[in-house]
């Protein structure tokens, strides 16, 4: 009895010290460079693991300001949200379809949308960019929103169904004796119970909006228009020479810091969300 609880005391103290051990890994590169982005350059050329001798904020300020950060960081801003709202409209009202009624071609469409998931925007942007330019949606921020929506369906669509599927189906049939309506029943019935799901897509399409780069790249080339992944690259770009380092590490923490915040906000649905997907899938 001891001999047993002695080794699952030594295995648990064993998978502490490899989760600190990983943990310290993925954190550590945050630390040192949030430390770098409050040192001057003489302190980050001299010792650049040392600490700093006083906060210099007004490295913050010359990201905003000598590569425009503020603005590109509004544009990001506005993408994002805008993205995830579309996302949002047009996959709940899909995925509820898909999951709960079989029609000809239903099969032929989930499959479809399943086979889509693997289908990244680097390997399409040639005539992407051809469709865009040709409804005049280049350097439009709201066309870009759209695209980074669509190019989100399947991933989304995917997750959803599992949920959706999961659920008991006597909630919408009392729903439906009542007199509710398919689209009242979907957002009064349907809706809350798939919270954790919705969640989930809610916060990975956000980080993933948030970050993306070749996309922005490719259809966005007004200055004033950019979003943040673009604006740090100009800020390296712009710092190349001037090799103001504190600057460039504020800009890093600027881009870091709304993700950090969508996932402490919401990290006990997105791990709900995770483990109730795999275990309904």
């Known amino acids: 009895m001891n001999e047993d609880r002695l080794r699952r005391n030594l295995a648990n103290w064993t998978l502490r010290i490899i989760l600190i051990f990983f943990t310290v890994i993925f954190v550590y590169p945050f630390i040192w460079n949030l430390i770098c982005s409050i040192k001057t350059n003489t302190e980050y050329l001299t010792d650049p693991y040392a600490l700093p001798s006083s ?13 425009n950060m503020g603005a590109y960081f509004l544009n990001s801003v506005y993408v994002v ?3 995830v709202g579309l996302l949002m409209v047009f996959v709940i009202p899909a995925a509820y379809v898909l999951a709960r009624y079989r029609f000809k071609g239903s099969k032929v469409i989930t499959t479809l949308y399943m086979a889509c998931i693997f289908l990244q925007p680097t390997y399409i942007m040639i005539p992407l960019f051809l469709e865009v330019q040709k409804i005049n949606g280049l350097n439009n921020l709201t066309v870009l929103s759209l695209v980074y929506a ?4 399947p991933f989304a669509i995917f997750t959803l169904l599992g949920f959706i599927e999961a659920l008991p189906t ?3 049939e009392a729903a439906r004796i009542d007199g509710g309506t398919n689209f009242g029943i979907l957002i009064r019935v349907v809706v809350p119970l798939c919270k954790p799901g919705i969640a989930t897509i809610t916060m990975l399409t956000a980080m993933g909006f948030w970050s993306e780069y070749p996309l922005a790249l ?6 004033l228009k950019r979003t943040i992944p673009i604006g740090l690259a ?4 712009v710092q190349k020479y001037a090799t103001d380092w504190g600057a460039m590490f504020a800009g890093l923490i600027i881009v870091l810091i709304p993700t950090l915040i969508i996932y402490l906000i919401g990290q006990k649905q997105l791990l709900q969300g995770i483990t109730l997907g795999g275990i309904k899938g």
């Not at 669509?150 to 369906?153: A, G, I, K, R, Y």
């Not at 100009?234 to 770009?237: K, M, P, T």
């Open 234 to 237: 100009n800020l390296f770009e």
């Open 150 to 153: 669509v190019m989100q369906f």
């Open 81 to 83: 949200i805008l993205s």
């Open 55 to 67: 906060i210099h904020i007004e490295n913050y300020v010359n990201a905003f300001k000598k590569a």
């Open 170 to 172: 006597g909630y919408e």
């Open 218 to 223: 490719v259809l966005v080339t007004d200055e």
